[in-house]
């Protein structure tokens, strides 16, 4: 084998590598001095972090670890990651020769051990991370990245043995899938237990729990995606669960949409919710999931409400502009599209959403790494190694199908059948930039479209090249294959790869697959996926800390042209429309035959409006999915930047690059405390400051977290103050509410736009916290949702009804200070553990009365 020049690893570089990839030592206690490790420097559940260093003392199971940069950090040996790789190089040769060892000769296997070598080094391809972590290091390990299993059978014992299965999945390594609607609905009869079913969202929210106890390799969470079809009766339920605190936060939910359903949307119709009648004698014999499968056996569907579509789009369409949740599948088109189509159906996807899969269903998954592929001399691709490159690691993949351990015989069974890989790529927005062409322009666009037609002609040549030599994967069928949605197009475009399939056969059912690569694309250093650059200077808050990142081939060019602006195609993800981002999508979909991991980033103030039009052009240009991301629409977000432009109608020309601040620096942002005199000048005008007397009244609500009151008084005529007392002070629910009133004054206090408390009252009303409280117009959802009809009353926006109600709970106030109301009953606050508002003070000890947390004083 050909010698290779090592390469060192610098940074989070480095971190990734030894936290992710490399090859650990269980025993950690074997660490010596001179041992390169990553040590835990900072013990924090959800915001940890490592670093690389070198044990230079150790003293029984105490050691003194020195940092790349310097500095010197006491730890203990239960704190450190002892790998037995230090180098990429070690890895290539172990992945080289694992991938080779399923040849049938000894001489095959050293011929591909030689090329699959040349194939990894210097990062030409870069499999996937379980592949990476676990291809001849562990028998136990998956080497499959997505699953997806059965939807649950609907009984107790079927819910737990999908619960074994994820968790079995999970904890060696892979990403887990499970469709939710086999699921009967909430409310509905089980007539065993004389009861009612919980619904399909409480079960999914028992699946998400559990991920969140589940650590894989000690290096990173289990991951998993939940979905329901678009006529399930809890489907609404299921779109909205997220909003409530605490509920389902450790799954990513994507809705399966029809053909159907987008035609209703369009044309306003209603839409029927139904569900299989469970009283059916062979209900529990044949029911799986499939409405349409049942309906074609004459069986009996239960009409349980009718809604209109586009209320039900609606609320999709609001949720994910709110929390960039829930996603959208098209379902019924990924089918008609998918080369499985007439033998084993897709019904969900992998937890990142680029894979969908049939029950049992696995992909192992790896990119090439395009930025690898630019021919300086030429100023152009370089095709023929590309074509080389992609063809070696059509092979490679296939290796991976029969290499891995199965943990379950169905996967084996499954795979086996179809043999699915899903080569992927990394660094095409570097790559674009080498070849100067703006992500996201028409250029792009036709480039976009020959790059990736060239990979997937290539890699589909690969696979009937290997079929001709180790024979297609057993279901495979040339006449219905060659009919599927992505193979018709193929062969109008590409003749010679039809040819070949009928010819040749087929080895794997799909090859190509877009997936993410945030981590793997972060350990080599260049763009993830097939997605732009989120900023040129940014920050990643990851396991492994918060890190800040500097884009290579941008820093090189400002040193090279000091002073001097980046070049129109250097383009990151905030300066490109959502519809740009939409649009690639679609042309690089066009040649790939599973999906893509593609998120469209927009601004904050994207409009639900505009959230709407870009669901619908992703359904129009033919993609398989969509999945939005607003600037700060979650709390915590993996990259960030202090990046805040006004945005534009139409982003065409390039924007500066992203300005990175310190957390203190945003901080100081937001609270003006760096304003110029004259930008002061401009805040104190707008700013309405307090008179020394204020009149108002104070609205009594009682609300999931106790009785709440609220103070609004008047300036020049209008709400211009809030005070909110609820809960015990001391108390996170009293410091938030407190927190509440403060925002709320700031904003109608600043400016003189006119609509100032129908903006608040629309943002806060209806706000769903952990539970809610009375009925009809006294019904009350949250501390917000309480803010909301005080304002409503105060300001007569709200029905002579809703006034009437409000008016039994209002105590008129005078004068520049109000009587602290006597708080007469039991406080509620925060449970740290889930979220609920059910934390109790009994006895001097805090306890939660939904998960049973306790902690005393």
Known sequence: MATMQERRLEGLSEKIFLDRYAWKNADSNETKVGDVVLVLTKDDPKFPSKDVGEVVAR????????????????????KLTLTI?????????????????????????????????????????????????????SEELTLFNCYVIPSPHDSRGGIMQTLTEMTEIMARGGGVGINLSSLRPRRSIVKGVNGSSSGAVSWGGLFSYTTGLIEQGGSRRGALMLMINDWHPDVEDFITVKQTMGQVTNANLSVCVSNAFMKAVKEDADWDLVFPDSADPEYDFLWDGDLDKWKQRGKKIVHYRTVRARDVWNTIIESAWKSAEPGVVFMEYYNQMSNSWYFNPIICTNPCGEQGLPAWGVCNLSAVNLSKFYDAEKHDVAWDELSRVVRYSTRFLDNVIDKTPYHFPENEKNQQNERRVGLGTMGLAELMIQLEIR?????????????????????????????????????????????????????????????????????????????????????????????????????????????????????????????????????????????DHIRVQAAIQRWVDSSISKTANCPSDFTVEETAELYELAFELGCKGVTIYRDGSRDVQVLSTAKDEKKEETKTESAPSATVLSQTEVLDTALNA?????????????????????????YKYNTPFGMAYITVNDMDGTPGEIFLNVGKAGSDVFAMAEALGRVCSLFLRYGDHGNKVQLLVKHLKGIGGSGAVGFGPNRVESIADAVAQALEAHAGLSSEHEQAAASEAVTVQTGSTAEKPKVAYTSKDLCPSCGSASLLNVEGCKTCGNCGYSKCS
């Open 439 to 579: 992500y996201g322009s028409p250029e792009s666009l036709e480039f976009l479209d020959k790059l990736y037609g060239f990979m997937a002609r290539e890699a589909y040549l690969a696979s009937t090249e290997i079929a001709a030599e180790k024979g297609s994967f057993p279901a495979f069928e040339a006449d219905p294959f060659l009919q599927s949605g992505f193979m018709k197009n193929m062969v109008a475009t590409y003749p010679e790869v039809g040819e070949a399939v009928t010819k040749r056969g087929m080895r794997n059912v799909t090859v190509i697959t877009q997936a993410p690569t945030g981590s793997t694309g972060t350990m080599v250093g260049t763009s993830t996926g097939i997605e732009p650059y989120f900023a040129f200077e940014f920050y990643r808050q990851s396991r492994l800390g918060f890190d800040k990142q500097l884009v290579p081939i941008a820093q090189k060019w400002k040193d090279a042209h000091p002073g001097e602006e980046l070049p129109e195609w250097f383009v990151t993800a905030m300066d490109l429309s959502a519809k």
């Open 674 to 698: 760096s304003v110029t005199p004259q930008q002061k000048q401009v805040f104190d005008k707008e700013y309405k400051s307090r008179p020394k007397i204020l009149r108002g009244a104070t």
């Open 85 to 137: 790789e230090k180098t990429p190089e070690e890895m290539w040769d172990r992945l080289a020769n694992a991938m080779a060892s399923v040849e049938e000769t000894a001489e095959k296997q050293r011929v591909w051990a030689e090329k699959f070598r040349w194939l990894l080094d210097d990062w030409k391809l870069v499999p996937g991370g379980r592949i990476a972590a676990g291809a001849g290091a």
């Open 59 to 78: 003293e029984g199971k105490n050691v003194t670890v020195k940092l790349r940069n310097g500095e010197l950090v006491e730890s203990t040996t239960e």
